[in-house]
């Protein structure tokens, strides 16, 4: 297959959220562009698809949608219009303990607070400036390093965001204040006794107080078709089934904006980089990797914890210690016999996901980098432990280790999700250290994918800011 000969003022190299939303981005400023996909459908970490039984619709990547809901840069656009409904479960994440009980993230921060017990004012403390300050400071979070708009609120957060999610536990006293704080910061996939593990915690929780946590209506696919559906009627164009592979291979462009990772920009482009830049990305890390499973399941997940049956994301992981004990293992390249599973259930609030009566599951644990290790026991047994008689319910199950993430796409690296490591070492130079982390050494060339600030989740930032920078740049615009 050959793309069309017509020039373009910019190409965008992938559709993930990244990518369509550079190429809106450009698209707004009255420029040409063209989208290229190497999948036969559009929207990276954004597809949904019958996996496991027909009619099951089962979100392949991400499911829940916290910083969508949340992107400064989707808010401005008329996504509603272009078919995205967001639905909000009952309760946004419940957190279950051996003993029967759980912990639970509310949309309102004062309910959450008060189940906490003992612990309410420790978590009113902790939470609720970062969630007062959020209309503030969210463009500066979810944006690249710079001097913030608002500098005293950007500092409030930054100084708790820094710690790592260990030493910010101790402000609670009961397992379950800390177990709920130790399943969000386990989103950053790195031991919990990392710097800056509180960062990821603290934006999940004051924006599920904020935005709650909405999955989308009919799947996760939605976001990407209304963000295509947007982009082709401002006269956008997206072609599907091309894999670049050399940059020989695209049509005429002023700018070129990939929403891929260092490591496929080296194999794309690296020959038009300097010899400084391309050591940069030789060097860039990638993290952890994910095993993720998807069911079809007769009946609902039998949860003991009333508060699990009504939420759309369930952290397993029991304690805090529990949870810091899994993902040390895992950075040490181990596979934990219980580890932290983050797990979804759509269709509880979204019928359209499966047949009537039935549900769909949806979950992932974290597994050490390019691991081949089938984790599905492990997983079940995570689930049947807090919900006995689950595989009873069991109709269909697909797993993807992390060469099948990978293969499926090529930006998950080892079947790392986060485009790359975001501890300390890379938190401030991903993906290489520069004036502008969206540009190459290439004049032209930008790179716009979750491998740059700020960084991995379903927000189209990454992209936004790159397209920003393209406009500044090539285009004198802006
Ligand atoms: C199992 C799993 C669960 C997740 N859960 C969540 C969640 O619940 N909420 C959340 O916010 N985030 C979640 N994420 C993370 C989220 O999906 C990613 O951070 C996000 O999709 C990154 O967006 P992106 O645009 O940078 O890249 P991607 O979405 O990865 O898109 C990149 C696109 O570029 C294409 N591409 C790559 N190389 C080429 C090439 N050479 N030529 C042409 N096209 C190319 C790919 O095919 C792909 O379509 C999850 C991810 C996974 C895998």
């Keep these: 297959m050959q793309l069309p000969k017509t020039e373009y003022d910019a190409i965008v190299v992938g559709s993930g959220p990244n990518g369509l ?43 829940i949608h916290p910083l969508a809901a949340g992107s400064p840069f989707f808010k401005t656009l008329p996504l509603q219009q272009h078919g995205l409904k967001f639905i909000h479960p009952t309760i946004a994440a419940a957190h279950p303990f051996d003993d029967g009980g759980a912990a639970a993230l509310h949309q309102p921060m004062e309910q959450t607070a008060q ?42 957060f930054g100084l708790k965001a820094l710690t790592p999610a260990t030493y910010l536990s101790k402000r609670f006293r009961s397992k379950e204040a800390k177990g709920l704080w130790g399943g969000m910061a386990a989103h950053s996939l790195q031991p919990l006794s990392n710097a800056a593990t509180s960062a990821i915690g603290l934006v999940l929780m004051a924006t599920g107080h904020v935005e709650g946590w909405p999955i989308p209506k009919g799947g996760s696919n939605a976001i990407a078709h209304a963000l295509a559906s947007y982009f082709i009627a401002l006269g956008g164009v997206i072609e599907t089934n091309f894999y670049v592979r050399s940059l020989s291979q695209l049509p005429a462009a002023h700018a ?23 050591w940069q990305l030789e060097r860039y890390r990638y993290g952890m990797g994910v095993f993720k499973i998807d069911w079809a399941l007769d009946e609902p997940i039998p949860f003991t914890a009333l ?74 047994k995570q689930v049947e432990r807090f919900a006995p008689g689950f595989r009873k319910k069991i109709l269909g199950r697909h797993v993807m280790n992390t060469a099948q993430i990978e293969a499926y796409n090529p930006n998950y690296i080892g079947g790392d999700i986060n485009g790359g490591s975001i501890d300390l070492g890379q938190l401030f130079t991903r ?13 032209g060339m930008y790179i716009c994918s979750s491998s740059t600030p700020p960084g991995g989740g379903v927000h189209g930032m990454c992209g936004y800011h790159a397209a920003i920078r393209a406009l500044k740049d090539v285009f004198k615009t802006k």
């Design 431 to 443: 993906p290489a250290l520069r004036l502008s982390p969206y540009r190459t050494s290439a004049k």
């Design 256 to 278: 070129i904006l990939f929403d891929v990772t260092p490591r496929q920009l080296l194999q794309i482009a690296g020959h038009k980089l300097s010899s400084l830049y391309k």
């Design 307 to 380: 508060e699990c049956r009504q939420a759309g994301t369930v952290h397993l992981g029991n304690t805090l210690e529990e949870i810091v004990a899994s993902e040390r293992s895992i950075a040490e390249g181990k596979h934990p016999e219980k580890p932290f599973v983050l797990l979804a259930q759509q269709s509880l609030f979204d019928p359209s996901r499966a047949p009537q009566g039935k549900h769909t599951a949806w979950a992932y644990c974290h597994v050490p980098n390019g691991s081949q290790a089938d984790m599905t026991d492990r997983i079940e």
């Design 21 to 63: 939303a550079a190429a809106i981005t450009l698209q707004q400023a009255g420029l040409s562009v063209l989208v290229v996909e190497a999948k036969d459908t559009i929207g990276g970490g954004l597809r949904s698809a019958e996996l496991t039984l027909p009619h099951f619709v089962h979100d392949v990547c991400s499911a």
């Design 115 to 156: 189940a906490l017990g003992e612990d309410e004012q420790s978590y009113l403390k902790l939470i609720k400036p970062v969630v007062n300050d959020w209309p503030q400071i969210a463009a500066d979070v979810l944006g690249p390093l710079h001097i913030p708009k608002h500098p005293l609120a950007m500092a409030r």
